[in-house]
């Protein structure tokens, strides 16, 4: 029962529920990903189709509330609070269409990569789909999408073909590079600030198999392992990813059970190529000597796993820096803040290295052409109460002030609170960003992760 007579008029022009505060599933609607997020909008709307879509915007646009686009809530943190927003729940947007001879795939905004990567990797097909596949195409593609072959294929954002949304107007617009590029461009890499997406189309790569997995060392090896890790990086090719993890795996289901309650430094990679070459790229490190050790021949369908993220939603805090060149020192930093004999309870503390087509603008690239730095870093920590909360961030604080000396930027994807969005883009950037807000959404009707306000 709709306890508000006001999303009931809504209910009754949309094919698809809305949910409203009261009802019985209002608690299931409103939860992110992370729980520890309280979505608190008017109502939540789940649209069957555009025509859905179109009329939810009209009806907030004419009673002057806000519209905050979502999929999957995966990054809800960043919207902050919802008064007066009715969020646009497009998780029924579920078509999808895949042309292997192309190469192309078009999904309708409320798909996961989850739905594709199974059958993209049967076609000998491979997406650029981040450490979970359970992230929606969507919103992981408008804000810039940095997977596992991101130093080979850049952004996903940028292998974006085209992009249907309803616009504050309320109408179906399709943009690609010859309809609407302004738009075309904003949106890859601008976030859900433009309209609602409704479908999203995108190329795919060929891609049969590829050299990846996972060495697991001791945790109380980390200083050694991060050590030899980063004096790699400069020799890699762009045919290898390769991401380094301090992880305290709490002991619990969600996580694989061979590692579960254990605590690890873990190097990953993914390589485009063979297992011989793959091999000696890593050479310095497996000389190492892990513990255990998961390099293989794999389908693309393994990546999906090698990050091993959380399936299901948990309860977090988390933060994070693009940084440039990281000298010892920095690792040193790294290690003191979260190693072992820090006390830091983090479960995970990671480093990816970047650069390769990251650090390099493809023609007709979108807004989030590049990503600048040579290492992200994110750091998590599960949290249970007040007080685990409070170490959890202390050890945050204590990792990024140590590489803060490092940093040169921030990803929006990686940025889990409410953030000053011009801090993501250069000054000529963001002032086009803003120029196209004012052109399709001058009342800044759409509230999009992260917020880009119309120029005046
Ligand atoms: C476990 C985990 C792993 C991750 N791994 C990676 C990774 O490897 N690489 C990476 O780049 N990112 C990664 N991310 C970050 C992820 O890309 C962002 O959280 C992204 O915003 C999630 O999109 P979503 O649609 O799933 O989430 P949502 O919270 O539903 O959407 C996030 C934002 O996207 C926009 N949006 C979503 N749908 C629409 C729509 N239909 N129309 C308009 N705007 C829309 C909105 O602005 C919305 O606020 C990860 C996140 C998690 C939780």
Request: glycine residues 10%; aromatic residues 8%.
């Amino acid at each position: 029962m709709l306890t508000s007579a006001t999303p009931a008029t809504l209910s009754a022009a949309m094919t698809g529920r809305v949910v409203a505060p009261g009802d019985p599933d209002w608690d299931a609607a409103r939860q992110a990903f992370n729980v520890l997020v309280d979505q608190r909008p008017t109502a939540i709307a789940f649209p069957t189709d555009e025509r859905d879509v179109a009329t939810a915007v009209h009806w907030a646009r004419e009673r002057g509330l806000r519209v905050a686009p979502q999929a999957t809530a995966h990054n809800a943190g960043p919207l902050g609070a919802l008064d007066d927003t009715i969020i646009v729940h497009v998780s029924g947007l579920q078509d999808v269409t895949i042309d292997a001879a192309a190469q192309r795939v078009r999904v309708g905004a409320g798909v996961k990569w989850e739905r594709i990567t199974p059958q993209l990797s049967e076609l000998g097909l491979a997406g650029l789909h981040g450490s979970s596949p359970d992230v929606g195409i969507a919103g992981y593609s408008l804000g810039g999408g940095m997977g596992w072959l991101a130093r080979k294929h850049g952004l996903q954002t940028n292998s974006v073909t085209a992009i249907e949304l309803v616009t504050a107007e309320g109408d179906l617009v399709r943009a690609d590079a010859n309809h609407e590029p302004d738009l075309f461009w904003a949106l890859r890499g601008g976030g859900g600030n433009f309209g609602v997406v409704t479908a999203i189309e995108f190329a795919v790569y060929p891609m049969a198999e590829l050299y990846a997995g996972a060495m697991f060392f001791p945790f109380a090896r980390a200083s050694e392992v991060l050590h030899a890790w980063r004096e790699l990086l400069p020799t890699l090719p762009d045919e290898l990813m390769t991401w380094a993890c301090l992880f305290q795996f709490p002991d619990i289901p969600d996580v694989p059970a061979v590692v579960r309650g254990g605590a690890y430094t873990v190097v990953m990679a993914a390589h485009i190529g063979d297992e011989a070459d793959g091999r000696e790229l890593l050479r310095p490190v497996r000389e190492l000597g892990p513990e255990m050790d998961t390099f293989a021949m794999v389908p693309p369908i393994a990546l999906g796993d090698l990050a091993m993220d959380p399936p299901d939603p948990l309860p977090f805090v988390s933060a994070h820096h693009l940084l440039d060149d990281v000298p010892a020192a920095g690792i040193d930093e790294l290690v003191a803040a979260a190693g072992p004999g820090s006390g830091s309870p983090l479960t995970m503390v990671q480093l990816r290295h970047m650069g390769g087509a990251l650090a390099r603008t493809a023609p007709g690239a979108g807004a989030r052409a590049t990503l600048p730095g040579s290492v992200s870093l994110f750091s998590l920590g599960v949290v249970v109460d007040e007080p685990s909360t409070r170490a959890a961030e202390a050890s945050l604080a204590a990792v990024q002030d140590g590489l803060r000396p490092y940093r040169v930027g921030d990803y929006p994807n990686f940025v889990e609170e409410p953030a000053d969005a011009s801090g993501f883009f250069d000054a000529a950037t963001w002032a086009r960003l803003r120029d196209v807000k004012a052109l399709y959404d001058h009342r800044d009707l759409f509230k999009g992760n992260h917020h880009v306000p119309p120029a005046a």
